[in-house]
């Protein structure tokens, strides 16, 4: 039974990415929405709707910095693979969150990924999706933003994602970067996981030793933990073949 759960709640968040490379993604309006997390402190995101009724939510955290500055005029970090993809999901059916940097935090989101306060604010998130559409709610983060998810998942016992989704796992600190995931109990996670990751992946922050054979998956316990590697030429491919091995 928590197989064939994991398996539908995987299904609904992949298909938004089966067909990124042979389809366009149909245009949606961006909104911008703000909601109240800690005291004194507001959390905003761009949320893009599908055409019909969500069959799931999907929170995207980009790498880097975090930073998308909305509000100013112009959309930070937009090349990031989930920023730049955001419509792709939501023509798959999707309610889609691209999340910024709280009010708190205006130049990004360094040292403070794997922080309480951050989950709470992720919480805040979650509760205001759920308002908009009583689906399952997944955290996807790339890069860095793996960071964010994973931390998200492992501290909110409670208002917390149905699942998760780690594309490029960050498990080694840079110049630019101080968290990983190591910074993060894994243990905690309680909920469904994929982990994604390119075998020829070059940046050194992010080896796929660590994701495949190394100790991410064994950090790992939550009631099915999936991994799926691939050669293929970009992410996009990656999730389409993950969708097809379910």
Sequence with gaps: MKRAAFCRALASVAAGVVLFVAVPPVRTADGVKTVPTRPGVTQ?????????APVATV????????????????LGLAGNFLVRNRERFASQGLLV???????????GLDGFRTSAAHAEDV???????RQEAKVPVWLI????????????????TAGGP?????????????????????DVHLAEIRVPTLVVHHKNDACKATPYADSSSGWIRPALTPPSTQTWPSRCAN????????????
């Design 162 to 182: 149905d699942g998760i989704v780690l594309t490029s796992t960050v498990t080694r600190v840079s110049r630019e970067r101080i968290e990983t995931v190591g």
């Design 123 to 129: 919480r805040a998130v979650i509760a205001a999706l």
């Design 97 to 107: 969150a691209v999340v910024d940097t709280p009010s708190d935090h205006p130049g």
């Design 141 to 156: 983060g790339t890069s860095m933003g793996t960071v964010s998810a994973a931390n998200g998942a492992a501290r909110l």
């Design 44 to 52: 905003s995101f761009l949320l893009v709707h599908p055409r019909g």
């Design 235 to 246: 992410l996009c491919c990656c999730l389409a073949c993950a969708r097809a091995s379910i």
């Design 59 to 74: 929170v995207l955290f980009a790498g880097g910095n975090g930073l998308l500055g909305l509000g100013s005029g112009k």
